[in-house]
């Protein structure tokens, strides 16, 4: 069975890094990071912009789901709430694919250093840090695998997730959604 991977968090928990590590380690897989769906200058959140966002992920994620070229899926974005995830798998067809489900998260501390980071390299901006922060309680309402990396590289996070999905595959589980 295929495996479709998805990894939520708030902004700075490593989603991207993560995930881009996990791409190179799963034979035939395809990334996408939500992210790229909803850059756009001015950054204009209404519910326009969101149903467009949505549907651009559903769009490209479904188009990876029917490639026979692909054997995993990874794809990473914020995903605070468990109605953006119900919504985005009750629009996709995965069947043939067993369905991954990942929460990221870390201290409080940890997100504030790795924000700051990025901040002074002039990579985010700094209401960035208050957004996150208050995203990151919501992570452990999720029916979601949580893994905590304030003390792990985003490599390592990759092999945590790389090695939970060949868990479930061979137990023949289903992980939660």
């Given at each position: ?56 992920i ?84 999720l ?27 061979s ?7």
């Open positions: 069975m295929k495996n479709f991977i998805l990894i939520g968090g708030p902004m700075g928990v490593g989603k991207t890094a993560a995930s881009r590590l996990l791409q190179r380690q799963l034979p035939g897989c395809a990334f996408l990071d939500g992210d790229w769906c909803w850059d756009m200058r001015p950054f204009v959140v209404t519910d326009e912009t969101r149903a467009m966002v949505m549907d651009n559903c769009h490209v994620l479904g188009n990876f789901l029917h490639c026979s070229v692909f054997e995993n899926i990874v794809f990473c974005w914020v995903m605070h709430e468990q109605s953006i995830l119900d919504e985005l798998l009750s629009r996709l067809d995965t069947s043939g694919w067993r369905v991954h489900t990942f929460s990221l998260m870390c201290s409080e501390t940890a997100l504030r250093a790795r924000l700051q980071k990025d901040i002074d390299a002039g990579l985010r901006t700094p209401d960035v840090i208050g957004r996150s922060l208050a995203r990151l309680p919501l992570y452990g309402q029916n979601t695998v949580k893994l905590d990396t304030s003390s792990i590289t985003a490599s390592q996070a990759a092999d945590a997730i790389a090695q939970a999905v060949v868990s479930a595959a137990q023949s589980s289903i992980c939660p959604i």
